[in-house]
């Protein structure tokens, strides 16, 4: 029986898909893919940039109690207690774009709205 159930469990295992980890990852001020700087992220206080190449392809900054996702100074997203909204209607939790960035929240949710939008490949 011990036997049986051995192999059961290990055929189910095997049949199981692997769960993969974040494709980015944080590496101090790098957001990496594969080992290769794909962002970089500067930080001024509570705000923070992405850049791509050199060029700042959008900001997160803080407005009284949420940070706000900006592109060419329009606002795309706000974050505000573990929520992403978009035009004032929930779009996503920042833990969800934790689970494709492995970042801190502010700067996964940024990456995650600047995704969505298409701002970034």
Do not use: H
């Not at 189910?12 to 980015?24: E, F, K, N």
């Not at 997160?60 to 100074?73: A, L, P, Q, W």
């Not at 502010?106 to 709205?113: N, R």
Request: include cysteine; charge should be positive.
């Amino acid at each position: 029986m011990t036997k049986l159930l051995t192999i059961c469990t290990f055929l189910i295992l095997a049949a199981s898909p692997a769960v993969a980890g974040p494709d980015y990852k944080c590496q101090g001020d790098r957001v990496e893919k594969g080992g290769s700087t794909q962002f970089t992220i500067r930080r001024s206080g509570a705000d923070l940039s992405i850049e791509k190449g050199g060029s700042t392809k959008a900001r997160t900054v803080k407005r009284g109690s949420k940070m706000v996702v900006e592109v060419g100074g329009s606002t795309k997203a706000e974050i505000e207690n573990g929520k992403i909204s978009k035009g004032g209607s929930s779009w996503a939790n920042v833990s969800d774009a934790q689970r494709e960035f492995d970042c801190d929240g502010d700067v996964a949710a940024s990456l995650w709205v600047l995704f969505k939008l298409g701002v970034l490949p």
